[in-house]
């Protein structure tokens, strides 16, 4: 059994699962080749991670996120998985990283957005979605962004968490960029998540809401409420959900996952 952690809970809808597990199967298995003992399965809840007594700390002693053996068994607590010093793979948001995450780990490489629409290459953008009908707007070949203030204005906006890059910290620098800040919204909602943000939308719940392009195009495929809304506009392109690993992971085995990774086309080159 392999002494490491994987996850990739970011894109992990139920619908596409399978997806997600075949991903990690060639990835893994690349990484197999090269020598390293892979786990053959990702980590979906608290007790697929192994126990750190005294709770998983930082390089001085502080503890970060309590024993995984002590977290609710059936939920997945990304910190715990984020800075799990067993981390060999998992993918992250730079929501996270920018609010402290990045000094506990190592970033493997951004992943392809290319055949998505609002990605290219390691970037991507937000779609930001209200009711239906209404035209679709198209994702700019430029990655600038394209707000509609005079149709998001005074309206109710939800968000899938205050730490989502996609979800507000995107939407929040193009606004202050035009002049303007979230109080243009008559009112915000946290929604837990990109899926429900959107269902908020369809259902009338809120107006307005900024999804990854990523999980919209999930949402188009798996989500019947995504008819019930359009794509009005978009955020500026910015760099995707970065891979990451252990702090602790050594350089060779960094190198080892960047070439597995690129071997499999799953991280954008240079």
Request: contains cysteine; charged residues 20%.
């Amino acid at each position: 059994m392999s002494e490491f952690v994987v996850a990739l809970p970011m894109y992990d809808w139920p619908e596409a699962r399978a997806e997600v597990d075949a991903q990690w199967a060639r990835i893994s298995a690349a990484l197999r080749r090269a020598g390293v003992d892979a786990p053959e399965t990702v980590a979906r809840r608290n007790a697929d991670l192994p126990a750190v007594s005294g709770g998983i700390r930082d390089a001085s002693g502080h503890v970060l996120v309590p024993d995984p053996a002590t977290l609710p068994p059936d939920d997945l607590d990304f910190q715990a998985v984020w800075l799990h010093p067993a981390l060999l793979f998992a993918q992250t948001c730079w929501g996270p990283m920018e609010l402290g995450l990045e000094r506990h780990v190592k970033v493997v490489g951004q992943p392809n957005y290319d055949g998505i629409e609002g990605g290219q290459g390691g970037a991507y953008s937000s779609a930001i979605v209200m009711r239906a009908p209404g035209k679709h707007v198209a994702a700019p070949g430029d990655g600038h962004a394209v707000i509609p203030l005079d149709l998001i204005r005074g309206k109710r906006f939800a968000f899938n968490g205050l730490d989502s890059m996609s979800g507000i910290i995107a939407i929040t620098r193009d606004l202050q960029s035009m002049g303007e800040n979230l109080d243009i919204f008559a009112e915000r909602h946290e929604s837990g998540g990109h899926r429900n943000s959107i269902v908020a939308v369809a259902e009338g719940r809120a107006d307005v809401a900024a999804i990854d392009c990523q999980s919209w195009a999930l949402a188009q495929r798996f989500e019947p409420k995504a008819k019930d809304v359009v794509v009005v506009g978009w955020t500026a392109r910015r760099k995707g959900l970065p891979f990451i690993t252990s702090r602790t992971t050594s350089p060779a085995l960094l190198t080892t996952l960047r070439a597995a990774l690129a071997s499999e086309a799953e991280l954008v080159a240079g």
